[in-house]
């Protein structure tokens, strides 16, 4: 078992920054890959970034290349995501997620364990 906590998560206006922090316990993030997914009111939950056990892969949703950074700390039991540039469409609750296979996938149904979320608020 894994437990998730997010924190980070703010009223923020356009074009700043913002870092999510991600906190694990129960066991050793090292045997899994981690994702990042986002929830805005009355939308699907929607893949943002994943990355692999060793933090040598990740993945992004093209709607954040380039301005999302997913990293990993397993000696801290960590996961972090630095999102710059952001725009009112950002504005959802962020959740963090675990993935005891290791796929790097973009499927919510791939993970099997999810934090509380955390809610980011864009203002234009």
């Known amino acids: 078992q894994v437990q998730l906590v997010e924190s980070g998560g703010e009223l923020v206006q356009a074009g700043g920054s913002l870092r999510l922090s991600c906190a694990a316990s129960g066991r050793g993030i090292n045997g899994y890959s981690m994702g990042w997914f986002r929830q805005a009111a009355g939308k699907e939950r929607e893949f943002v970034a994943t990355i692999s056990r060793n933090g040598e892969r990740t993945s992004y949703a093209d709607s954040v290349k380039g301005r999302f950074t997913i990293a990993r700390d397993n000696a801290k039991n960590t996961v972090s995501m630095q999102m710059n540039s952001l725009k009112p469409e950002d504005t959802a609750v962020y959740y963090c997620?675990?993935?005891?296979?290791?796929?790097?996938?973009?499927?919510?149904?791939?993970?099997?364990?999810w934090g509380q979320g955390t809610q980011v608020t864009v203002s234009s």
């Open positions: 997620a675990a993935d005891r296979a290791g796929s790097l996938s973009s499927s919510r149904y791939a993970y099997d364990y």
